[in-house]
């Protein structure tokens, strides 16, 4: 499978990918940030299926239907917090990526768009957490049986451009 990572800029609410990815919390009950913006967009059916799925433990993903959204599947990954980064905080976060990835491949999924995860509310460094998320998407893809694109929607410019510096040091290294 070739390896397809990229980063755009965009409102990931109006994606047109197969699935799409929340940085929710683990009560999967709702938020600010991409997670409100993604229950705004996908209307209260939404929160009524994540109420069905008994929350998310950090770095795990469960995935629920896209509802009003373009997106056919939302997949909803509770990251970690940020707490100085001697709490395992960089595997946590590649867990988030790796099994959001994985649970969309299961339901066969062929394009997936990712937010940065953690990097808001949650305070992760965003110059640590793009190589990671973009090491961790890499590796995870060549083990995908129908997985065949995967983006970043980056919302601000410097998220762009931080996604877009860790992915051109990954290709400079494969
Ligand atoms: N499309 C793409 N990216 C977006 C959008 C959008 N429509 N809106 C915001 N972002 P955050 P976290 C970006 O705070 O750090 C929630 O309350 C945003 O600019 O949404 O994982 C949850 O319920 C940033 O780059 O998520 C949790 O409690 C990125 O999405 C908590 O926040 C992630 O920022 C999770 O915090």
Redesign the pocket.
Known sequence: MKINVSVIR????KSRSDAIVN???PSLL????????IHRAAGPRLQAACRRLNGCMVGEAKITPGFDLRAAYVVHTA?PVWQGGGYGESELLANSYRNSLLVADAHRCRTVDF??????????PLVKAAPVAVRTLMATMRTCQYVRRVRI????AH?YETFAAAIAANAEMA
């Open positions: 965009g409102d990931i609410t940085a929710a919390n709702g938020g600010g940030g991409v997670d409100g913006a990251g937010p940065s995860i953690s990097t808001g509310v949650y305070g992760f929607v980056a919302f601000d998220t």
